[in-house]
């Protein structure tokens, strides 16, 4: 591979985002007016799957091209996109502020973590930036969303930091993580833009703790209050990624640039009576946002109906940059979807797993949480599930023996559990999820959230609703 004949690679992943929720795909409210531009020269993958519902594993999957039992969330003797394209001569950088996403930092030549001590930095030796930063936070209302302002400002600022000091020396990949996450917080003028009069009466009666609002009940009101910020939250990030483009135009780069824009999974607003991304792996959660801007291909867009998976990034990245050197795709799951939509491959059918909750790893926390909000039935989602998903069906196999089949065409909605009507298409789609199961050695992740995590980690994963 002659790198330097090799195109640039951007990939932007953003953490919580719901496919529903992306204009560009149905939405009525304009939360994504840049992504919508940039789709219209791109391939926008319809029915886009996430491997799991939560950062780890996803990232783990996105960076080597397997699935979560097989990486057991981490990049350990796997080969992964930095690996690769570094052998081709290219310089690789990673920014995020998610304590999950940052144990993947040692793939990469250099890494962004961004913490309070970014801030502080950025104060002690950027007069310039802490300038634009100050105008930006003066316009705020409240300080609730100044944390979500400093997270898509230092990224952005990084990002571009990076770019001006390494694109000249040649090819480079870059992962971008912006954040939509729980609690949602958007800054001036995106809280306004999607609040009206009488939500903005609601905000100061707003309840952050996720697990009191399953617990008890979210009344309509506070549930379209959620929406709206949540939609805000979408429309800041996605001026944020306009920003970095526009920055790349500037310096000759964008025609130069892949650009892959996903998210690692959605987040529930009030569907089987949930919030946030925890214990199931139903549509809103896996149903993913998945584009891809090639400088030479599809000028003027394409769709993409069949099934893709989030893992198939790496896969597709070989394909395109015409990567083959021997093994370079060994212990790889993903697949490419340039072969996809050539039609010389498919996916029949996609498969999402989730092992966190089952009852080695989530004792203590179901214990938690029956201690502190007490009258919901925590344990039904103490188990295992992996879900097999088809264009017409979802089956979710449960360690438990809990499963459930949904019909999406009828049902899109996954409220009647078919798995004891159907019992023939259950019984078949068993089989074949069972099937996947042994088709490799899986293996039990490690558990990532534990006692030894500093104060600060600590009070973040307790920010953002898992502890």
Same mark, same amino acid.
């Given at each position: 591979?002659?790198? &330097?004949?090799? %195109?640039?690679?951007? @990939?932007?992943?953003?953490?919580?985002?719901?496919?529903?929720?992306?204009?560009?795909?149905?939405?009525?409210?304009?939360?994504?007016?840049?992504?919508?531009?940039?789709?219209?020269?791109?391939?926008? $993958?319809?029915?886009?799957?996430?491997?799991?519902?939560?950062? @780890?594993?996803?990232?783990?999957?996105?960076?080597?091209?397997?699935?979560?039992?097989?990486?057991?969330?981490?990049?350990?003797?796997? %080969?992964?996109?930095? +690996?690769?394209?570094?052998?081709?001569?290219?310089?690789?950088?990673?920014?995020?502020?998610?304590?999950?996403?940052?144990? &993947?930092?040692?793939?990469?030549?250099?890494?962004?973590?961004?913490?309070?001590?970014?801030?502080?930095?950025?104060?002690?030796?950027?007069?310039?930036?802490?300038?634009?930063?100050?105008?930006?936070?003066?316009? %705020?209302?409240?300080?609730?969303?100044? *944390?979500?302002?400093?997270?898509? &400002?230092?990224?952005?600022?990084?990002?571009?930091? /990076?770019?001006?000091?390494?694109?000249?020396?040649?090819?480079?990949?870059?992962?971008?993580?912006?954040?939509?996450?729980?609690?949602?917080?958007?800054?001036?003028?995106?809280?306004?833009?999607?609040?009206?009069?009488?939500?903005?009466?609601?905000?100061?009666?707003?309840?952050?703790?996720?697990?009191?609002?399953?617990?008890?009940?979210?009344?309509?009101?506070?549930? !379209?209050? $959620?929406?709206? @910020?949540?939609?805000?939250?979408?429309?800041? #990030?996605?001026?944020?990624?306009?920003?970095?483009?526009?920055?790349?135009?500037? !310096?000759?780069?964008?025609?130069?640039?892949?650009?892959?824009?996903?998210?690692?999974?959605?987040? @529930?607003?009030?569907?089987?009576?949930? $919030?946030?991304?925890?214990?199931?792996?139903?549509?809103?959660?896996? *149903?993913?946002?998945?584009?891809?801007?090639?400088?030479?291909?599809?000028?003027?867009?394409?769709?993409?109906?069949?099934?893709?998976?989030?893992?198939? =990034? $790496?896969?597709?990245?070989?394909?395109?940059?015409? #990567?083959?050197?021997?093994? =370079?795709?060994?212990?790889?799951?993903?697949?490419?979807?340039?072969?996809?939509?050539?039609?010389?491959?498919?996916?029949?059918?996609?498969?999402?797993?989730?092992?966190? /909750?089952?009852?080695?790893?989530?004792?203590?926390?179901?214990?938690?949480?029956?201690?502190?909000?007490?009258?919901?039935? /925590?344990?039904?989602?103490?188990?295992?599930?992996?879900?097999?998903?088809?264009?017409?069906?979802?089956?979710?196999?449960?360690?438990?023996?809990?499963?459930?089949?949904?019909?999406?065409?009828?049902?899109? %909605?996954?409220? *009647?559990?078919?798995?004891?009507?159907?019992?023939?298409?259950?019984?078949?789609?068993? #089989?074949?999820? +069972?099937?996947?199961?042994?088709?490799?050695? *899986?293996?039990?992740?490690?558990?990532?959230?534990?006692?030894?995590?500093?104060?600060?980690?600590? +009070?973040?994963?307790?920010?953002?609703?898992?502890?």
């Amino acid at each position: 591979m002659n790198s &330097f004949d090799k %195109q640039n690679v951007i @990939l932007i992943i953003i953490d919580s985002l719901r496919r529903d929720h992306v204009s560009c795909y149905g939405y009525p409210k304009a939360t994504t007016p840049f992504i919508d531009e940039m789709s219209n020269s791109s391939v926008m $993958l319809e029915s886009a799957i996430s491997p799991s519902a939560w950062t @780890l594993p996803v990232f783990a999957s996105i960076l080597t091209g397997t699935y979560p039992s097989r990486n057991r969330h981490s990049m350990d003797r796997l %080969q992964t996109i930095m +690996e690769i394209l570094r052998r081709g001569g290219y310089r690789t950088f990673g920014a995020t502020d998610n304590f999950f996403a940052k144990t &993947f930092q040692n793939g990469f030549d250099d890494f962004a973590f961004l913490s309070r001590r970014s801030m502080a930095d950025m104060c002690l030796h950027d007069a310039g930036g802490v300038a634009q930063f100050v105008q930006m936070a003066t316009k %705020q209302r409240s300080t609730a969303s100044l *944390r979500s302002l400093a997270s898509g &400002f230092l990224t952005n600022k990084v990002c571009k930091d /990076w770019v001006d000091r390494n694109h000249k020396a040649g090819p480079f990949f870059m992962m971008a993580h912006y954040s939509v996450h729980w609690p949602y917080a958007p800054p001036e003028p995106f809280l306004s833009r999607f609040l009206g009069v009488s939500l903005r009466h609601e905000m100061k009666n707003i309840r952050r703790d996720v697990y009191e609002l399953i617990s008890q009940g979210e009344s309509e009101a506070e549930l !379209q209050l $959620l929406k709206s @910020l949540y939609d805000g939250q979408i429309a800041w #990030i996605d001026s944020c990624i306009e920003d970095l483009v526009d920055h790349l135009t500037s !310096q000759g780069l964008y025609e130069k640039t892949v650009i892959i824009i996903t998210a690692d999974h959605g987040d @529930l607003l009030g569907e089987h009576g949930l $919030l946030h991304h925890e214990f199931v792996l139903y549509e809103p959660l896996i *149903r993913v946002p998945f584009i891809m801007r090639f400088p030479d291909l599809f000028e003027n867009g394409k769709k993409y109906s069949g099934l893709v998976q989030t893992l198939d =990034v $790496l896969q597709t990245l070989i394909d395109y940059l015409g #990567i083959g050197w021997p093994g =370079v795709s060994k212990e790889m799951q993903g697949r490419s979807i340039l072969k996809m939509i050539a039609g010389s491959e498919e996916r029949e059918y996609t498969i999402s797993e989730r092992a966190d /909750w089952s009852s080695k790893s989530s004792r203590e926390k179901i214990s938690h949480l029956e201690k502190e909000y007490p009258g919901f039935n /925590w344990r039904r989602y103490v188990q295992e599930i992996v879900a097999l998903r088809t264009r017409d069906c979802k089956y979710i196999w449960s360690s438990e023996g809990r499963h459930e089949l949904y019909d999406l065409r009828h049902d899109p %909605q996954e409220t *009647r559990n078919q798995i004891t009507i159907d019992k023939s298409k259950g019984s078949e789609l068993r #089989i074949r999820t +069972e099937a996947w199961m042994r088709s490799f050695s *899986r293996e039990e992740p490690d558990d990532a959230v534990n006692g030894d995590l500093e104060g600060s980690v600590k +009070e973040r994963l307790r920010a953002l609703g898992y502890l």
